[in-house]
Every structure is written in structure tokens, then in C-alpha cells.
């Protein structure tokens, strides 16, 4: 039985959609300004704010990020008067990055202002798939409901992709770079290169359950992968569409083999790559689509992901 007083704050995307996919979305009663999945929750309270202007260039978005954090302060802050009337019973946000939704020693602090309400925080920190299912698991039972079913669904679909390509020669997973930064670069870690090796394809640079990685031009023409993703942390389809446009005017673009045969995907890393919740699933499933059309096709072309084509932003 459903408690009727929960009342929830998420502080990141996934986590709204990890409350939400354990049937708690009308729980939920505030949510961070960057949560915008189930479309359901867009009319809740908005509970923090970024120090940054995500509409600047790349360049100048990183270079404002790192400013910040130089100066130990944080990218996010937390509304704590619109926390105080919402008066919450928990409040899940995360300590994976700072870069990516307010970090928990923000959420500490303004919990110890509030007055009215002494919220559980539920902090998630996932680096890898398992530990997006253990966290599932973990806030279904602080929140006292059911997530068994959630998880057999998500890992089954996993299992779908894994069972069709394990048997693979390595002639046949194409070498794959995940670029979740266009200027300055930035390879995808964490659960990326998982999800790559899932789907059939030999991750670059990213390291399994490691923070994301800087990289030099020089190196990824070395490395000369067959397939090159754009995902960047925060960019939607056609905010990407554009980034990599900027990319392909270096002077090594070029070169690189996956240009020259057509084989630059790009995708919504917001929605999908860069939030480790439910939708990592539909992430492993578009990459197996991008690497093996004739073994997978799910639909997420054209929605989700696009072959990409210089000038066509």
C-alpha cells in the first residue's frame, strides 16, 4: 500500500525518472530545473537554479564550469524557500558530479535551514549499470514500493542487445569514440563504454565507471575509430546537430575514417546517454542500432539519433 505522504523532491533528471518509473510520479512535488521527463512533472516546483548560461558556446560554458569549481563553488543552488513550503518527506539528488545537477553538500546545507520538514536525502552516485539497478532498488525501498518488476523489464531489454552480439569477432565490433564534449573534447566514461561494448561495438578512450576524460585531437585521429557518437552532457538533438557542426570545422576532421565513410551519429545525450536512470536502457538500444542496423532496429532514428552531415545542422 502506497504511504499518501510522501511528498518527493528530485534534484536531477534521473532521479525524477527513477521516482517516476516506480510508480511515484504523483508524489513527486518538486523537481531541479533541468527535469523534464515524464512530461508530467514540468508543472512541479522548481527547486534549484545553474550559476552558468548553458546557451553560451561550448568553450565558454567549460571554461565558466571550471571557474567554479577552481573556486570551490557550486554550479547549482538549491531554493530553499521553495523547499520550506514544500515541505518534503525526502529529497533524492546524487554525489556522481558536480558539473551535471547540485551536488549533496549543497542539498545538506539547505536541508539544515529548513524549519518546517526534516527530509530523508537519498543520494545516488552510479558509475556503472549494476549500480543504476542497485539505486532503483534503493529508493524503492526507502520509498516502500515494489521495483523487482521495473528492474526485470530494464535488464531484459539489456539482455536483448547482449545475447545478440556477445558471440562477435572482434572484426565485427566496430572501434566506437563517445564524445560527450565538443570543445574542449571530452570522451564519455562512466557507464558509456558499457554500454558500448552491450550493444557490439570496442569503446575508445572512456574508462568503465570512470569519470569522463579530456582528449586531444591528436589522439582521437590516432586512434582513427570507425564510429564516432556525439552525446555532449546536456544538449538535446539539434543543440548537438550544431556543436558538431563546430567540430567539423577543425582541421583534423577530415582525416578521420569515421568522416570520410559517413559514420558520425548524432544523438540526445540530455534525454538519454547522460542520465543514469530507465532511459540507459533506450541508450543501449540506440548504439546498437547506430553499430548493427541489420540486427537491430528500435526507432529511435530521427527522434533520438541522426547520421550526421556537415552543413545539414
Not at 520538514?117 to 520509498?143: F, G, H, K, M, Y
Not at 564524445?179 to 574542449?184: F, H, K, L, M, Q
Not at 545525450?269 to 540507459?280: E, H
Not at 529511435?300 to 552543413?311: I, M, N, S
Amino acid at each position: 500500500m502506497l504511504s499518501q505522504n510522501l511528498r518527493i523532491v528530485t534534484l536531477l533528471p534521473s532521479a525524477t525518472e527513477i521516482v517516476a518509473a516506480l510508480g511515484l510520479a504523483d508524489a513527486i512535488v518538486g523537481r531541479s530545473h533541468e527535469c523534464d521527463y515524464p512530461a508530467t512533472i514540468k508543472n512541479r516546483p522548481v527547486c534549484t537554479e545553474a550559476q552558468i548560461n548553458s546557451d553560451k558556446p561550448s568553450a565558454e560554458i567549460d571554461d565558466d564550469i571550471n571557474n567554479l569549481v577552481k573556486r570551490a563553488l557550486s554550479v547549482y543552488q538549491v531554493k530553499t524557500d521553495v523547499l520550506e513550503q514544500l515541505q518534503p518527506t525526502h529529497i533524492v539528488t546524487q554525489d556522481q558530479c558536480d558539473v551535471c545537477a547540485v551536488n549533496f553538500d549543497v542539498v545538506e546545507k539547505a536541508v539544515a535551514k529548513l524549519t518546517n520538514s526534516q527530509p530523508q536525502i537519498i543520494s545516488l552516485q552510479p558509475n556503472l549499470l549494476t549500480e543504476v539497478w542497485a539505486d532503483i532498488e534503493r529508493v524503492a525501498v526507502i520509498l516502500g514500493v515494489e521495483s523487482q518488476s521495473l528492474l526485470n523489464q530494464l535488464q531484459s531489454r539489456v539482455e536483448t542487445c547482449r545475447q545478440k552480439t556477445q558471440e562477435m569477432s572482434e572484426n565485427d565490433r566496430p572501434t566506437v569514440a563517445c564524445i560527450e564534449w565538443t570543445d574542449p573534447l571530452m570522451a564519455a566514461g562512466n557507464w558509456i563504454p558499457e554500454l558500448v561494448t552491450i550493444a557490439g561495438g570496442n569503446p575508445l578512450f572512456g574508462a568503465l565507471g570512470k569519470h569522463s576524460p579530456y582528449l586531444e585531437w591528436d589522439a582521437l585521429v590516432k586512434a582513427n575509430p570507425d564510429v564516432i557518437i556525439v552525446m555532449p552532457c546536456g544538449f538535446d538533438l539539434e543543440r548537438t546537430k550544431q556543436e558538431t557542426q563546430q567540430m567539423a570545422h577543425h582541421l583534423q576532421w577530415s582525416s578521420l575514417q569515421a568522416v570520410r565513410q559517413g559514420k558520425v551519429f548524432v544523438t540526445d545525450g540530455n534525454a538519454y546517454f547522460n542520465r543514469p536512470g530507465p532511459r540507459l536502457v533506450d541508450s543501449v538500444e540506440m548504439i546498437a542500432e547506430i553499430l548493427h542496423p541489420d540486427l537491430f532496429t528500435f526507432g529511435y532514428q530521427g527522434t533520438a539519433w541522426e547520421r550526421f552531415e556537415v552543413g545539414n545542422a
